[in-house]
């Protein structure tokens, strides 16, 4: 049965940190390690986090001084001790055989880094029109241009290694060139499995305007390189909790 590496980088998530802990103490697929990574928080969420340990045994909460989902999720990599690795974001929402249906698409098809889609379920029909455009994207640059959302990740240990890492110098769609960069290696696909992404992004900033962001940039990928000069300002710490 394969072992896994979950790596979840956080930044302030006390509020939500537990919610998808506490969907990984219910996977049907129960051989895996936790590896919080926190950005140096204000809030508690690694306290939180910690409350955890009697739930999920192979839990492990790592504070960081300085901050940064790059840095995060290469220093994740880093502690784990399973070649399979997956990288989430803390907001996200699984279901309790996430795993098991990811691990057995992953194995079938023999990736090695692989995305997954976004799920609107309970959303309005604005959200579920734009997660399906956003999805239906993510699936056809799959094949020519790889792109994909960081808060859901499949890769391993050597593939990690092979491409360095995430990079840290790019400021927007790191998570992108991760698997652009892979796939000239390994093959990459999108795997028919899906993620619960709390709209509070899409909420705070507007569906049309991220939608547009993250085509812009993209674009821009395809045509000028990656983004290491802030040419696109964006920043990742702003979104707050609903009142």
Same mark, same amino acid.
């Given at each position: 049965?394969?072992?896994?590496?979950?790596?979840?980088?956080?930044?302030?998530?006390?509020?939500?940190?537990?919610?998808?802990?506490?969907?990984?103490?219910?996977?049907?697929?129960?051989?895996?390690?936790?590896?919080?990574?926190?950005?140096?928080?204000?809030?508690?969420?690694?306290?939180?986090?910690?409350?955890?340990?009697?739930?999920?045994?192979?839990?492990?909460?790592?504070?960081?001084?300085?901050?940064? #989902?790059?840095?995060? &999720?290469?220093?994740?990599?880093?502690?784990?001790?399973?070649? +399979?690795?997956?990288?989430? =974001?803390?907001? $996200?929402?699984?279901?309790?055989?996430?795993?098991?249906?990811?691990?057995?698409?992953?194995?079938?098809?023999?990736?090695?880094?692989?995305?997954?889609?976004?799920?609107?379920?309970?959303?309005?029909?604005?959200?579920?029109?734009?997660?399906?455009?956003?999805?239906?994207?993510?699936?056809?640059?799959?094949?020519?241009?790889?792109?994909?959302?960081?808060?859901?990740?499949?890769?391993?240990?050597?593939?990690?290694?092979?491409?360095?890492?995430?990079?840290?110098?790019?400021?927007?769609?790191?998570?992108?060139?991760?698997?652009?960069?892979?796939?000239? #290696?390994?093959?990459? &696909?999108?795997?028919?499995?899906?993620?619960?992404?709390?709209? +509070?992004?899409?909420?705070? =900033?507007?569906? $049309?305007?991220?939608?547009?962001?993250?085509?812009?940039?993209?674009?821009?990928?395809?045509?000028?390189?990656?983004?290491?000069?802030?040419?696109?300002?964006?920043?990742?710490?702003?979104?707050?909790?609903?009142?």
């Amino acid at each position: 049965m394969t072992t896994v590496s979950i790596v979840i980088i956080t930044l302030n998530e006390e509020k939500r940190i537990g919610r998808l802990l506490e969907d990984l103490s219910k996977q049907s697929h129960q051989q895996f390690e936790v590896i919080v990574v926190d950005s140096n928080s204000d809030d508690n969420t690694c306290e939180v986090a910690r409350g955890f340990e009697q739930a999920l045994p192979s839990l492990t909460v790592h504070k960081m001084r300085e901050r940064g #989902t790059s840095l995060g &999720r290469n220093t994740g990599a880093q502690l784990a001790k399973h070649e +399979r690795l997956i990288f989430l =974001d803390a907001d $996200v929402r699984l279901s309790p055989t996430f795993l098991t249906n990811a691990l057995y698409e992953l194995d079938n098809r023999k990736l090695e880094v692989a995305g997954a889609y976004m799920t609107a379920k309970d959303l309005s029909i604005g959200y579920r029109l734009g997660y399906a455009l956003f999805n239906a994207g993510l699936f056809t640059t799959s094949f020519f241009f790889p792109t994909a959302v960081g808060a859901c990740m499949f890769s391993t240990k050597r593939a990690h290694k092979e491409i360095g890492g995430f990079d840290q110098s790019i400021v927007l769609c790191e998570d992108c060139d991760y698997a652009k960069r892979a796939a000239k #290696t390994w093959r990459y &696909r999108m795997i028919p499995v899906s993620f619960w992404f709390d709209p +509070r992004r899409l909420e705070q =900033d507007g569906l $049309v305007k991220m939608g547009l962001t993250y085509l812009r940039a993209n674009v821009r990928r395809f045509f000028m390189g990656e983004m290491r000069n802030s040419e696109m300002e964006y920043k990742f710490d702003h979104y707050k909790d609903a009142k």
